[in-house]
């Protein structure tokens, strides 16, 4: 008779922890269901006041990235600019010069193979530099855009077709390293690279942006590529490091591309 009053006594003990623990979870009051959500719009204009305290806290940070910007690195006697040539411009040989001689040690150094020519596309270059002081605020203004320098290694028929997009895009997208000469009909007269005459069954290595290489501008030869080397190396950074380099800038319209008459 002992064990089983024991045995009632702990069954009532567990009957009634259950029923506890059913009372306190039906006590908990249901999640409210979400009816909608309302967002407001903070307009930022000139007519926002300015936060002293934060405008304060900054400002010793924003006059030393100024100086920086605009620390002189070199100097352009004249305008250069990207619509002083009908097949190649100023600024378009500058851009493309840049890129040649700043990443073919960054290529040769990765992959002992160094960079045939280049070609950017005209759209790329979004202002031009005025006669004066050239910073690097320069270059962030000439190419504000993120893009990195690729290599690309191209058949000889790739360049080709490349050569053909130059030719129907009748645009002056820079170029270095590879010269290329039309007939009056605009069929091609001549093409030399790196100073020797183009070789169909050769290969050649194409430095460009990581923008092209993606198919941009409709320049999509870039796709028949045989190998991509990213060289983690952004086109404004070379500028950069190029215009610390150099006293003075001379770029000029030359006969890298034209047309015979």
Request: charged share 20%; with cysteine.
């Amino acid at each position: 008779m002992a064990k089983l009053k024991h045995f009632r006594i702990l069954y009532i003990k567990h009957f009634v922890i259950i029923i506890t623990i059913i009372g306190l979870s039906s006590c908990k009051p249901a999640p409210a269901p979400l009816t909608s959500v309302v967002g407001t719009e903070l307009p930022i204009d000139s007519t926002a006041a300015l936060v002293k305290e934060i405008s304060d806290f900054i400002e010793p940070y924003n006059q030393r990235v100024n100086a920086i910007l605009d620390s002189t690195l070199a100097y352009a006697p004249y305008p250069i600019t990207k619509i002083d040539g009908a097949y190649n411009t100023s600024a378009g040989n500058l851009m493309a010069d840049i890129m040649l001689s700043e990443a073919n040690a960054v290529f040769n150094t990765r992959t002992g193979k160094h960079i045939d020519f280049v070609l950017m596309n005209h759209g790329g270059i979004r202002a031009g530099i005025s006669k004066g002081k050239v910073s690097a605020r320069t270059a962030y203004e000439v190419m504000p855009f993120e893009n990195s320098i690729s290599v690309v290694e191209l058949t000889g028929e790739s360049v080709l077709e490349l050569i053909d997009y130059l030719i129907k895009s009748k645009r002056a997208h820079p170029l270095s390293g590879i010269q290329i000469v039309l007939n009056a009909n605009a069929s091609v007269n001549n093409i030399k690279i790196q100073g020797k005459p183009f070789d169909k069954n050769s290969i050649y290595y194409v430095a460009t942006s990581d923008y092209l290489v993606s198919g941009g501008d409709k320049m999509v030869f870039f796709k028949d590529g045989l190998s991509f080397t990213t060289l983690d190396y952004k086109i404004r950074n070379a500028m950069i490091d190029y215009f610390s380099k150099v006293d003075t800038l001379l770029p000029k319209v030359d006969d890298r591309y034209y047309k015979l008459d």
